[in-house]
């Protein structure tokens, strides 16, 4: 089953670009920018992959971004992801990037986008991986600078497809980013929302009827609201489920407690992907294996999971049916 599941197709709809810097690239993009680290070693930097909770995972991802200065970092640093997701049998990804951690630093927008999308860019031609690029704002900031952020990034909005809202969930209700995610919508973008993380289900609530949410970012309280939980079923409202992620950051206080399989049941539209795999023990096959590792998941019920994925993504009729063929096919032939 293990060989099964790392062969088997997959579309990554919840990952942080920054989540994916490797201590390895850490210090070498360190050395390349001349940036002082606090650490000695590669080991020393994983030994403080200890998290409490989201905030103390936060502080060391804000403080890994600061490596990242150039046009080539992005490029590297996103390069080295997709070659992760060819290996992981990744065929579609949407990923988040976060401009104001970045804006705070001198790097200007046209260099985040440039170096990431011309990698993007390079693994479809190299690998046939298609993708698409959110715009994710900061939760724990002002929605006045949301707003100058997401005017600095119109003249490149050709390059993303939607708008996040990630961060420090507890005190930062999604109501707080109204404006700014209606002026996104009324531009044309997609809107996805962390929410129902750390936060309570009722951000997740807010997050629909407020914000106009089409996908809920990892939304493991769901359940916590019956009436919710129907609501979500009944409009087949996506969420981006981060297993590995939720036990790292301890949402959970293990596998075997994630209410995954409870999402399941209910019928809502789970889809599973790997949030900030650098830091949270590994990439998409560490968490598929993972889960089925705790759960012993049926083939028909990984079947539902990846349709339930192609089902969420933000792509093209043709685009979709190829994906779900692709998908169907394997499932035939395995």
Request: glycine share 6%; net charge negative.
């Amino acid at each position: 089953m293990n060989a099964f599941l790392e062969s088997l197709p997959k579309i990554e709809l919840h990952l942080h670009i920054e989540g994916t810097l490797e201590p390895e690239l850490m210090f070498e993009l360190a050395r390349r920018n001349d940036v002082t680290l606090p650490f000695d070693s590669v080991e020393q930097v994983r030994q403080a992959y200890e998290f409490e909770d989201l905030q103390s995972f936060l502080n060391l991802y804000y403080q890994g971004m600061n490596v990242l200065y150039t046009e080539q970092d992005f490029f590297d640093l996103t390069a080295a992801y997709l070659k992760r997701c060819h290996d992981n049998a990744v065929m579609h990804t949407e990923l988040f990037f976060d401009p104001q951690a970045h804006l705070a630093r001198g790097v200007s927008i046209s260099t985040q986008v440039a170096g990431i999308t011309r990698a993007l860019d390079e693994a479809e031609a190299t690998y046939g991986i298609t993708s698409g690029l959110i715009l994710s704002f900061l939760r724990d900031m002002s929605e006045e600078h949301a707003l100058e952020t997401y005017e600095a990034a119109l003249p490149y909005r050709e390059h993303f497809i939607g708008v996040g809202l990630d961060s420090a969930e507890v005190g930062n209700p999604p109501e707080k980013f109204e404006r700014v995610f209606e002026r996104a919508r009324s531009d044309g973008f997609h809107v996805v929302v962390h929410a129902g993380e750390e936060g309570p289900a009722e951000y997740i609530k807010g997050a629909l009827e407020v914000l106009k949410a089409e996908r809920i970012d990892h939304g493991i309280r769901s359940l916590e609201d019956p009436e919710l939980a129907k609501t979500l079923v009944e409009r087949r409202i996506p969420l981006t489920v981060c297993p590995l992620s939720n036990v790292y950051l301890k949402t959970v206080p293990d596998m075997s407690a994630h209410p995954l399989p409870a999402l399941i049941e209910h019928g809502l539209c789970v889809t599973l992907h790997s949030d900030d795999p650098a830091y949270f023990g590994g990439y998409m096959n560490a968490n598929f294996l993972a889960v089925q590792a705790a759960f012993d998941l049926s083939r028909d019920t990984w079947r539902t999971l990846s349709l339930n994925a192609v089902e969420a993504a933000f792509v093209s009729d043709m685009r979709r049916d190829a994906l779900r063929q692709r998908i169907e096919a394997y499932f035939e032939q395995s």
